[in-house]
């Protein structure tokens, strides 16, 4: 079993649409959490650090369950440019070592 | 302004002949780390360093090596390509009192 998993997709939305994605960890002495934004053939960029208290950032919105050991990511509006793969990252602790999922793909069309 | 360069930014090789893949940085960060990233999977650690100290991950086969002979560069050498070693690979910095990492553009890596 992955220590990070997430649904590949692709989630295929229209514009304007709300669309959320889901990933779970199975180390539960993970410390941190984040979702990176990573467009085709590109780095991984940080999206966003995500709280045990649910934090948002303009469109996009994070929750982290511990007890589930569940993070969500959740976008509002869709624009085109949100087309990309999202990356659920946890940090198990230790010189800052990230421990990746395999992304889920979004395409948002018009 | 670039803040981690990789060099080349795609490179070919042939099956067995020795490679490097260079990165630099302008962060001044005290860690750098190597990650090797297949088509439609996630970006695996191969190692990284903190400052001159050199950790290695456990399943990072003894074909991939590196060096980081100042704070500013980072080099990964991988011995004798195979075709199976054909990947992006990406170098990313932080501060060790951070958690966010910062990564370059990547190296793809061709095998023939």
């Known amino acids: 079993r992955k220590e990070v998993e997430q649904d590949p997709g692709p989630f295929n939305v229209p514009e304007g649409a709300t669309v959320a994605f889901n990933c779970t960890y199975s180390n539960s002495a993970s410390q941190s959490f984040f979702w990176y934004r990573q467009d085709c053939r590109k780095e991984p960029k940080l999206l966003m650090s995500v709280y045990s208290s649910g934090n948002e950032d303009g469109r996009f919105t994070a929750q982290l369950n511990r007890a589930s050991q569940y993070i969500s990511l959740l976008i509002r509006d869709s624009k085109l440019s949100d087309s990309a793969t999202y990356l659920c990252v946890v940090n198990r602790g230790g010189y800052n070592k990230l421990i990746f999922g395999a992304g889920t793909r979004l395409a948002v069309h018009p | 302004d670039a803040m981690v360069i990789q060099n080349p930014r795609y490179q070919v090789t042939q099956f067995g002949k020795p490679v490097t893949l260079s990165c630099s940085q302008t962060l001044n960060h005290n860690v750098m780390y190597w990650y090797q990233q297949k088509s439609s999977q996630a970006p695996k650690l191969l190692f990284h360093y903190y400052d001159k100290d050199f950790n290695n991950e456990a399943d990072t086969p003894d074909n991939f090596q590196s060096r980081r002979p100042n704070t500013s560069f980072c080099f990964l050498d991988i011995r004798s390509p195979g075709l199976g070693d054909a990947a992006m690979y990406l170098c990313?910095?932080?501060?060790?009192?951070?958690?966010?990492?910062?990564f370059g553009p990547g190296t793809r890596l061709t095998v023939l």
């Open positions: 990313a910095t932080s501060r060790a009192s951070s958690v966010e990492q910062f």
